[in-house]
């Protein structure tokens, strides 16, 4: 059987869809385009109305015999899938549902060695679920309470993949700092098992709730000293307001957010700091949006991802009065605007300098994708080997990444 796969949505989607593509290769299936697979296996995304609205106009767009549905929408809002033409919904795509989707057809004649073809770049997710109650996510329906995998497969993983050319390992799922909460371990305990496998590669870290990196912080900033640990923080604020906060069931304050960015900008100065923020949550007054501007301004975080807040179904905060949509567009702007000075600001100190750079993927019109030690990204005008390291100077600064040439 041949199979395409689409994947929408976060890191976790994005594991959970290299995990089925090894799965099906591996049981005798091998990969296509669109136009000539026997099966299209579309892993959705949910986290917003307007992301909602774009999985079912793809999904009006592919549907008929072949046509698989996976992933959180399927998971969480099948009702939403009611009037596609598809032939069967699969939920998350773990081992067990990739299995089922293998019996729909027989092995390919065709052979699997793209599979087998070196990849630089690999996710491997560490835990489904979390152990949140946040009051507007729906993901948590779909995903469920935490289940961490056992530190003997995924230790075996990663050897595996960097053994097959992997230089970058992304660690993720719905809260990396939670891992091990459910089976005696935590996180510091996984990345000092991690880091004793041999091999020329790095790791970077999903995103970790506050409330879950704040009881292994002291551990977690001294795993982050080792050098295979790319210095990048990925920890979401949300709002600067302890009433919205609360109000959003996060389960920490906005001092515990500054302390935990305090605590990692003194470790490690340099560390790139990326947060996420959601605009115009139900209550949420002027006086809150402000205050979330100025912890912004304080923190001075290297991007903020910028959410309008969009209520969703099954969810307690979907009962709560819904601000008109051009106050969340007015502030979701302000936000936007901040960090993209903030960002330009921090960037343009680069500029002139000489970095490091790990060389992890090719970009356009022969240039490439390269991380420096705090994973700012880095485009090198000239192309060279992947997976090298690399001395190049900064020619040029964005909001978003640099630009430089070999040294």
Known sequence: MRFYLETYGCSANQGNSEEAEECLVELGHSPSTEDRADLIIVNTCAVTARTERKMLRRLLQLQGERLVVAGCLSKALPESLRGIEHRTMEGILGRAAVERIALIG??????????????????????????????????????????????DKIAAKVARIVKSGAVEVQLTSQDVAAYGADIGSTLPRLLRRLIDIPGRYRFRLGMMNPSSVLPIIGDLTKAYRDPRIYRFLHLPLQSGSDRVLESMGRGYSAEDFRQIVASFRKAFPDITIVTDCIAGFPGEAESDHE????????????????????????????????????????????????????????NEGYLGRTVDALVTERGRDGSMKARLDNYLGLVLRQEVDLGTQQKARIVDTNPFYLTGDIA
Do not use: F
């Open 106 to 151: 027989p092995p390919s004649v065709e052979g699997c060695n793209s599979w087998m073809e070196r990849r630089t770049l690999r996710v491997v997710n560490i835990s489904e679920g979390c152990l949140g109650s946040c009051s507007y996510c729906l993901v948590k329906r779909a995903r469920g309470r935490l289940v961490s995998l056992d530190e």
């Open 291 to 346: 205050a979330t501007m100025e912890l912004l301004q304080e923190v001075d975080p290297d991007k903020v991802n910028v959410t309008r807040y969009s209520p969703r179904p099954h969810t307690s905060a979907a009962h709560l009065y819904d601000m008109p949509e051009r106050i969340k567009k007015d502030r979701s702007r302000a936000l936007t605007r901040l960090w993209l000075e903030l960002a330009a600001k921090r």
